[in-house]
């Protein structure tokens, strides 16, 4: 799946790294995560953070 949109919702974020909506929602929590939150409740991500996020955990060695 190949998004064009800037902003992802959480659902869209797990489809683009093939993981589940509970992961992206922990993932969110982590402080290099690209998530931020709009009102009190809804979490979006940014692609653009999104896609250098998983280029940098791709270099990032297996412990």
Do not use: C, H
Not at 4 to 21: C, D, F, M, Q, S
Not at 36 to 45: L, P, T
Not at 56 to 61: A, V
Request: aromatic fraction near 6%; hydrophobic fraction near 40%; charge should be positive.
């Amino acid at each position: 799946m190949t998004l064009n949109k800037p902003i992802l919702t959480p659902r869209e974020a797990a489809e683009l790294l093939g993981v589940g909506y509970k992961t992206v929602l922990r993932l969110a929590k982590q402080r290099d995560f690209p998530a931020f939150r709009v009102g009190e409740r809804k979490i979006r991500i940014s692609a653009e953070g999104l896609a250098e996020w998983k280029r940098q955990k791709m270099r990032e060695p297996l412990d």
